[in-house]
């Protein structure tokens, strides 16, 4: 019965669900593995002392796991040079994050200050807080950049946090990661106006684990499916057999006999 047309289709079809789940799982898998690392490194990192800029940082690209190191620098913002980087998203509403380039001894590193809501109207720019002209000392964290989005805003505007395309719009070469900023002092102990600060990373696994093995006892479905069609329809074909005895005459089997102490034993 296994190896006529219709059930070797079927079982065809259950062997292809079955790689697919196993590919699918593999990719939820894949996926729970990042976020668990990401979640790694900032735990590692986000509430620990923090590190000199240059000890950590240089021209060349931050390694991934450097990422959300905590570090603090002495320098000076170059406000002229101001850059908004377009819908980004605060507690569900959608303004800009505001970068400067703060000049250090080790060199010129791109700043995020914080985020500041849309203007009333999208042909308006939002007011937004200026950075220090004084001599600053700020903490933070490092970001890697951003991958281009392939999009060419305005003047003083960037699409993403690519170092790349926002060191075109400033004087001078930048480092190799960006700083989310945590706190800023000036000389005098003071803290500046400044936008509003970011939100904490987000360290949360999501579903994705759950998902990948429900994906991977998903394999065995299609199987179990088919297996199930393959013994209905062969006590089907048991019954049919049975009709057609009786139909044509063949006495029907007879019932079982059972003796006086069967029945008392039962």
Same mark, same amino acid.
């Given at each position: 019965?296994?190896?006529?047309?219709?059930?070797?289709?079927?079982?065809?079809?259950?062997?292809?669900?079955?790689? $697919?789940? #196993?590919? %699918?799982?593999?990719?939820?898998?894949?996926?729970?593995?990042? !976020?668990?690392?990401?979640?790694?490194?900032?735990?590692?990192?986000?509430?620990?002392?923090?590190? &000199?800029?240059? *000890?950590? %940082?240089?021209?060349?690209?931050?390694?991934?796991? =450097?990422?959300?190191?905590?570090?603090?620098?002495?320098?000076?913002?170059?406000? *002229?040079?101001?850059? @908004?980087?377009?819908?980004? &998203?605060?507690?569900?509403?959608?303004?800009?994050?505001?970068?400067? /380039?703060?000049?250090? *001894?080790?060199?010129?590193? @791109?700043?995020?200050?914080?985020?500041?809501?849309?203007?009333? +109207?999208?042909?308006?720019? /939002?007011?937004?807080?200026?950075?220090?002209?004084?001599?600053?000392? @700020?903490?933070?964290? %490092?970001?890697?950049? =951003?991958?281009?989005?392939?999009?060419? &805003?305005?003047?003083?505007?960037? $699409? +993403?946090?690519?170092?790349?395309?926002?060191?075109?719009?400033?004087?001078?070469?930048?480092?190799?990661?960006?700083?989310?900023?945590?706190?800023?002092?000036?000389?005098?102990?003071?803290?500046?106006?400044?936008?509003?600060?970011?939100?904490?990373? *987000?360290?949360? %696994?999501?579903?994705?684990?759950?998902?990948?093995?429900? #994906?991977?006892?998903?394999?065995?479905?299609?199987?179990?499916?088919?297996?199930?069609?393959?013994?209905?329809?062969?006590?089907?074909? @048991?019954?049919?057999?049975? +009709?057609?005895?009786?139909?044509?005459?063949?006495?029907?089997?007879?019932? !079982? !006999?059972?003796?006086?102490?069967?029945?008392?034993?039962?």
């Amino acid at each position: 019965m296994l190896i006529s047309r219709r059930w070797l289709g079927a079982l065809a079809v259950a062997l292809g669900f079955a790689v $697919a789940a #196993w590919f %699918l799982g593999q990719w939820q898998w894949h996926r729970y593995e990042a !976020k668990a690392a990401r979640a790694d490194r900032i735990n590692s990192h986000y509430e620990a002392k923090p590190q &000199p800029l240059a *000890d950590v %940082l240089g021209e060349t690209p931050m390694p991934l796991s =450097e990422e959300w190191t905590r570090v603090t620098a002495t320098g000076r913002y170059a406000a *002229d040079q101001t850059l @908004l980087v377009r819908n980004r &998203p605060y507690e569900g509403t959608y303004g800009y994050e505001v970068l400067v /380039p703060f000049t250090t *001894d080790a060199g010129t590193v @791109l700043v995020d200050r914080g985020w500041v809501q849309n203007a009333r +109207s999208a042909e308006s720019l /939002p007011t937004v807080p200026p950075a220090p002209t004084d001599e600053v000392t @700020l903490t933070g964290w %490092l970001r890697r950049s =951003e991958p281009s989005l392939g999009r060419t &805003p305005p003047a003083g505007q960037v $699409a +993403s946090i690519n170092l790349t395309e926002a060191g075109r719009q400033v004087d001078e070469p930048l480092l190799g990661a960006y700083v989310v900023l945590e706190v800023e002092r000036l000389p005098d102990g003071s803290a500046p106006p400044r936008p509003t600060a970011l939100e904490a990373p *987000d360290t949360g %696994l999501g579903p994705h684990q759950a998902y990948a093995f429900q #994906w991977w006892l998903a394999m065995v479905g299609g199987f179990v499916l088919v297996g199930f069609g393959v013994r209905r329809e062969y006590r089907d074909g @048991l019954d049919d057999t049975d +009709s057609g005895a009786v139909a044509a005459g063949a006495a029907p089997p007879r019932p !079982k !006999k059972v003796r006086i102490w069967d029945e008392e034993d039962g």
